[in-house]
């Protein structure tokens, strides 16, 4: 077991390598220019020009890349362009906020998506059935900013039951203030995911309660609640899991636009304002960190696997 | 066997590993105290503030935070482009216009409670052009040169006076103080924080910063030592809330008390709103299109031609539809909050197609011609570029000028601007509020690209007019000049003129004297609670 962790830890060197050089690349590669974003319209060319300077932005790629991944290797970002501060300290305050709303989405992706795909599954065809997959058909197909905004019309501006948009009151909160500030973008990002394990869910079980060790689970008289939860379940785990795995990934992602609509102070939403500053460090930074993170949930994932379904283990 | 259940249920252990990782977030995250009361003002910023110092300030929302804080020598009476004094009482200026003598305000102290005096003006202002200057290293200062670049030297002649000597003179000098990078810092506070004074401000303004949590809000508190009286507001909280929508329904329901850019197609519900007042009024934003008037760049270096394309766009509607009314049309680059400078009395581009067709058909294009124009999906007062261009497209296609759009990012965008491209939306805003600022910039050929004269636009008439207002002291004379050069440049029509947006601000009932500013600025020093 130590060593298939220890072999998979290996294996994300190169993985964290590989997006080091791509988001360095693409970075660098694209068109816009850190100092003429960060002086705006007004500026003059010498300004820009000592700005470059200033920033090492005059240096050979090659060169700012070595320059980057040293210092990346002794725990230094190094500072933000735009904010003259840390990079490390911001990812991670951001971070935090970020991760409070994406468990929060799994949360409630798994609680809904689960058990809807259980119960769809064990009674196929049924009304249940049809207005679960019929919910879940939308939320997959409605985007994020859509959904997010009709939740804030209807229940902030309308019914007023809920804020609209930030982690707290202005004036500052307790738990029970964040925890109103979470419940409209945690329930908008984790409805897509909901809908997908629902489906995913649903189907994976059907597959499988129809397989002949179900039949003889039943056929020697073990009640159906054992048959669903022990014998059926533990088996569609693995695509669950799966589909869990990837929707980790997808919720990351997902917390760009609904830290957007919602004004979550996320790690989203600082990237995007990041990238259309061209701030180098604090880009390169944040991917790489949630490349890393996104890194470890997979290996925690295929750990997971590997207690699932004992073939996978110590392969 | 519901013990097993348990156990074994994947879901189950899914839920708890999620629970526990979410309460220890919950319990690594710090908690406010305060609850809202009648002396606080909420504001809801479109971006949160990046920097707290001065010189570093690059954009809008940043500026509406960190001008709180810093006060300038001058200041503009609220409301107005007219100067006031700010930490100057008073000044005298020399005949030949490069000596300014400014008397200090006595008896002012810096939120760090350090004295404000003349060395203080020496060291925050030289600390942004001299090199050598203990504090040069604390920050990067990319409009030194746009402000203090005509400056030869400041000297303190007594503890309360000093004296500026300019490299030339020059007429704005006074409106150019008021420029947020050139606001008095702290001597000890930049001594004592280095760069880090970005997250330590320390000015001599109405509010002090006294809690900053990035992404989620900015807290100020009335300074009670303040020289012009305490402000009745003692607690201003500034919180980004970036979607539209969002500002629209935390200004409805109360959640905040001031914001601004909400949905124009929102605007009249909310002026029939019992708990909001809407506020409307003129920038000093211009919208507009630069043409490349070079001779190697056929047809657009024509005059005629490019008549014929403001004879053809509808700016008139284009501020009605897709602006809903938060602009009016342009006929000059200065917009109407110049007062007596903005002329109207210059070649008035209405909407005539028929005209359009004919000035073309002068110019030798019958049929009209190709071309190409850039236009970016979003940016700094680019109001709704793509709608606005897409239109314009349509307009010129009209008279049969067939241009192609090719849509861009903002960053991207900036750098291909610097490229003298044929054709390209732009626009533009005078912080300072002097015409100098507007027109030499864009029309002089002093500022050929890399600067912003895109268009590479040039009247030897124009240039010696704006060279020369910009050395008269004479305000009557300043004003002439500035008439007469922009009935010149509307004549030559380098752009297509087509907005001035205007400034909407929506906030609740119980904000009383809230004025808005030609420059975009919020000032609440004067603003009352009920």
């Not at chain 2, 604390?138 to 500026?164: C, E, M, Q, R």
């Not at chain 2, 000035?359 to 007062?381: I, N, Q, R, W």
Request: one cysteine or more; hydrophobic letters at 45%.
């Amino acid at each position: 077991m130590w060593q298939y962790l220890f072999k998979r830890l290996l294996h994300t060197i190169p993985v964290l390598f590989g997006v080091s050089v791509l988001v360095f690349g693409m970075l660098h590669l694209a068109p816009g220019d850190p100092a003429q974003i960060l002086l705006g319209p007004e500026a003059t060319a010498d300004s820009i020009a000592q700005v470059r300077e200033d920033l090492g932005l005059d240096k050979p790629l090659v060169v700012q890349y070595a320059t980057w991944m040293s210092k990346m290797a002794r725990g230094d970002f190094g500072r933000s362009i735009v904010l003259g501060r840390e990079v490390f300290p911001e990812i991670w305050a951001r971070f935090k906020a970020t991760a409070i709303l994406t468990v929060t989405s799994l949360i409630i992706a798994v609680m809904l998506g689960v058990s809807a795909g259980i119960v769809s599954a064990v009674r196929q065809y049924s009304l249940f059935d049809s207005i679960a997959m019929l919910v879940a058909l939308a939320g997959v197909s409605m985007p994020l900013f859509f959904t997010g905004i009709v939740a804030i019309l209807a229940f902030a501006m309308k019914l007023r039951w809920l804020p609209s948009a930030g982690m707290y009151s202005p004036a500052g909160g307790d738990l029970w203030d964040l925890l109103r500030h979470l419940v409209l973008p945690a329930l908008t990002l984790g409805t897509v995911s909901a809908a997908i394990l629902a489906r995913m869910t649903r189907s994976a079980m059907l597959e499988i309660i129809r397989q002949d060790y179900v039949r003889t689970a039943r056929a020697k008289g073990l009640n159906e609640r054992s048959v669903i939860y022990i014998h059926a379940l533990r088996n569609a785990s693995i695509t669950i899991v799966t589909v869990l795995g990837m929707q980790i990934g997808y919720l990351l992602g997902g917390s760009v636009i609904t830290e957007a609509v919602f004004s979550w102070p996320g790690i989203g939403q600082m990237m995007v304002r990041a990238i259309q500053a061209r701030d180098y460090p604090m880009v390169q930074g944040g991917v790489f960190f949630v490349a890393a993170m996104f890194v470890f949930i997979n290996l925690l994932v295929d750990v997971l696997y590997a207690y699932l379904d004992p073939r996978i283990r110590y392969r | 066997m519901r013990h097993r259940e348990n156990k074994r249920g994947i879901s189950g252990i899914f839920i708890s590993a999620a629970t526990v990782i979410l309460v220890g977030l919950l319990w690594a995250t710090p908690f406010g105290g305060a609850a809202a009361s009648s002396d606080t003002l909420v504001v809801g910023l479109v971006a949160e503030p990046v920097t707290f110092d001065p010189p570093q300030v690059t954009d809008l929302n940043t500026a509406r935070a960190v001008r709180r804080v810093y006060e300038g020598l001058t200041g503009f009476i609220p409301g107005t482009y007219d100067i006031e004094p700010a930490l100057a009482e008073s000044w005298e200026i020399s005949d030949d216009g490069t000596v300014y003598t400014f008397k200090l305000r006595q008896g002012v102290t810096f939120h760090d409670g350090s004295p404000f005096d003349a060395e203080a003006v020496k060291y925050s202002m030289e600390r942004q052009i001299n090199a050598d200057h203990p504090a040069h290293a604390s920050g990067k200062y990319p409009f030194a040169k746009n402000y203090l670049g005509n400056v030869a030297a400041i000297d303190a002649v007594d503890s309360h006076t000093v004296k500026f000597t300019l490299k030339e003179p020059f007429a704005p000098f006074l409106q150019y103080l008021t420029h947020l990078s050139i606001r008095i810092v702290s001597p000890k506070a930049l001594q004592d924080w280095g760069a880090d004074i970005a997250t330590h401000p320390a000015g001599t303004g109405p509010y002090k910063l006294a809690e900053w949590q990035p992404g989620v809000k900015a807290v100020f508190e009335a300074n009670e030592d303040y020289w012009d009286g305490a402000p009745s507001v003692k607690k201003l909280i500034f919180v980004p809330i970036v979607e539209a929508q969002a500002r629209l329904s935390a200004i409805t329901t109360g959640e905040i008390d001031l914001t601004y850019d909400v949905p124009a197609e929102s605007l009249d519900a909310l002026r029939g709103d019992a708990n909001v007042a809407v506020l409307e009024g003129l920038s000093a934003h211009v919208w507009y299109f630069v043409l490349n008037t070079r001779l190697e760049n056929p047809p657009f270096n024509k005059k005629l031609v490019r008549q014929a394309m403001n004879y053809a766009v509808d700016k008139e509607a284009i501020v009605k539809n897709i602006l809903q009314g938060t602009g009016v049309a342009a006929y000059t680059p200065l917009s109407p909050v110049y007062g007596k400078t903005h002329n109207k009395e210059v070649r008035r581009y209405d909407y005539d197609p028929a005209k359009a067709k004919a000035l073309l058909a002068e110019a030798g294009h019958p049929d009209g011609f190709e071309c190409k124009f850039l236009v970016p999906v979003s940016g700094s007062g680019m109001q709704s570029p793509v709608d606005m261009g897409t239109y314009i497209q349509a307009n010129l296609a009209a008279v049969g000028i067939r241009c192609e759009i090719q849509t861009m990012e903002w960053g991207a965008y900036l750098a291909e601007y610097r490229n003298s491209p044929q054709m390209a939306a732009m626009s533009w805003n005078s912080t300072v509020g002097d015409p100098d600022y507007v027109l030499y910039r864009l029309f002089h050929s002093g500022a050929f690209p890399p600067a912003w004269n895109a268009g590479w636009y040039q009247n030897e008439k124009v240039d010696a007019m704006l060279g020369d207002a910009r050395k008269k002291a004479d305000p009557d004379l300043r004003l002439q000049l500035y008439r007469d050069a922009q009935k010149l440049i509307v004549e030559d029509a380098p752009w297509i003129f087509v907005d001035h947006g205007s400034q909407i601000v929506v906030h609740n009932k119980r904000v009383k004297d809230f004025v808005l500013s030609p420059n975009f600025d919020f000032k609440f020093k004067k603003v009352t609670l009920e």
